[in-house]
């Protein structure tokens, strides 16, 4: 058990270009049970190195759509990326390659998001679908899907923050933003993107801080990597 206190959260800040990747294989020479992405080019292995942060922007395959990943190795020879947490590829079907094209993109810095007051989360529950048969005394229920994942991240307003203009950038552009939250008590990083809104105007009240909010709707998983 841990708490959250002396925790940090970043925004994506800056980014290279997107890159194609061909398919996802999640076997290796060697490696059982790892996630490579194979990308279209050869010359866009360069482009990545260890411990590189990426966001798959688009992908075929909506399982892993908007989910964010550390890079683990390089084969420059056969254009492949390995990436970590490994056990995301247990969501991919069963099989050696998966055609789910897409497109992937490192990041290159973050911006902090400061004077965070409050994390609000709503949906993430399970939905069941209910039935009975004629010939049962009883109703049964069947899991379906979850509903989606929207957070709301309220901060004291401050004109200057850099970090306005980022959001309000990733909101004009409708593009996918890329967030991490730093847990130092329980030494570990947790990576999540979505499309983002960003309200501005500050909610004001006598003798309290004035606050502005940033809402999400999540795309794709929770990544927990260790921080150290």
Not at 39 to 47: C, D, E, Y
Not at 79 to 88: K, L, N, Q, T
Not at 123 to 142: I, V
């Amino acid at each position: 058990m841990h708490l959250p206190n002396g925790s940090k959260i970043f925004i994506e800040a800056s980014n290279e270009r997107e890159y194609d990747f061909k398919w996802l294989d999640t076997t290796d020479v060697g490696i059982p049970n790892t996630y490579v992405l194979v990308l279209n080019q050869a010359v866009g292995v360069s482009a990545f190195g260890v411990g590189d942060i990426v966001v798959i922007t688009e992908c075929d395959n909506k399982l892993i759509e908007g989910n964010v990943y550390s890079i683990r190795s390089v084969n420059g020879d056969v254009s492949r990326v390995r990436v970590w947490p490994e056990y995301r590829a247990n969501d991919l079907p069963v099989g050696n390659y998966v055609s789910s094209p897409g497109k992937v993109r490192r990041i290159l810095s973050w911006a902090e998001l400061p004077c965070v007051q409050s994390i609000d989360k709503d949906g993430n529950e399970q939905n069941w679908y209910t039935y009975q048969f004629l010939d049962s005394g009883r109703e049964e229920r069947q899991k379906t899907t979850k509903s989606a994942l929207f957070m709301s991240y309220t901060m004291a307003h401050d004109p200057g923050n850099p970090a306005y203009d980022i959001m309000k950038a990733h909101e004009r552009d409708k593009s996918l933003m890329a967030m991490y939250m730093h847990i130092p008590r329980a030494e570990e990083n947790r990576y999540w993107s979505g499309g983002v809104s960003f309200d501005d105007v500050p909610d004001t009240a006598v003798n309290e801080m004035e606050t502005v909010t940033l809402r999400m709707a999540i795309r794709g998983s929770y990544n927990f990597l260790p921080s150290s």
